[in-house]
DNA sequence: GACCTTTTGACAATGGTTGTCATGCTACAT
DNA sequence: ATGTAGCATGACAACCATTGTCAAAAGGTC
């Protein structure tokens, strides 16, 4: 319902975006702002931190990437391979991202909303666990 | 699997976490730590914001509160009605909340996490909206 | 190349949250 | 009631992610 479909405001092509976007590419797990400046940093291509947040935060606002909120509240981004609504199963040692659809919620959301009056909604809903990897290394039984 | 039964550790009754638990109870919607502080200081019970950060973090821990993070990365919290597992739909303009159970997500989000290998898997859901009575007011037709 | 805008970057500023540590208070034993 | 031990508190500094500032640099156009 009213989905503002502005354009995505024109942009200039700068070095310091594609070489944001060429880490995002490469990245398949969530990042954060920082870790991606450390990157660049490390690749020797210096970019401020500033415009690393704004590159980010660009992306975000036109729906070019993810963002998702970690339990430290800090922000992380990933390049979305699918365009449409979706969320994200994370695993919580080594960040492995499963993208799911989940149509069900969705019109499970709606409903509740509906139910209650409750308009314009939007939601949010991530999924940690420990993946297969990770959950067989880190040993099967005796948890920690 | 290995729901770490620590039986809430004890602790000791101060004026200031009394405190704290009355604004909670008194308190119907999500608030920061920062609002609950100045809530209290308006009272005149003047508390320390560390105090109150600790406090509610400690209540957080035990599950006696719930905790969300608000798109701007702030910790919101609120007495929980319930003590089984649920989620919350908050009203953007006014901060509304309605307790919500969807035992259909639980299962879903269980089946998905399966299907994947996931293991020890848990899921954050928040619903956002503009409440009826928000919605009422600022205007029904021509959104802004 | 000249020109106008957008973008960048270094740094300050902000704002929420946590750490520090001397002092205060609760709980419990005497 | 008094003493005692240790957790709790509070004032403030420290942190850390993120945002604002603004002059300098780069992109796009003519």
Chains 1, 2 share one sequence.
């Not at 919620?105 to 993946?131: P, Q």
């Amino acid at each position: 319902m009213s989905p503002q479909e502005q354009p995505v405001k024109e942009q200039r092509r700068t070095r310091q975006r594609a070489a944001v976007d060429e880490v995002l590419d490469e990245t398949e797990d969530f990042i954060s702002a920082q870790d991606l400046h450390a990157i660049l940093r490390t690749r020797g291509m210096s970019v401020g931190l500033a415009t690393v947040y704004r590159t980010l935060q660009t992306l975000a606002d036109d729906g070019r990437v993810d963002v998702l909120r970690t339990a430290g509240g800090e922000a992380a981004y990933r390049r979305c391979a699918r365009d449409e609504h979706h969320h994200h199963m994370v695993c919580r040692s080594c960040g492995a991202t499963v993208e799911i659809a989940g149509p069900a919620v969705e019109r499970w959301t709606n409903s509740v909303a509906k139910e209650h009056g409750y308009v314009d909604v939007s939601h949010t809903l991530e999924i940690f666990g420990t993946c297969p990897r990770c959950a067989a290394q880190s040993g099967g039984p005796a948890g920690r």
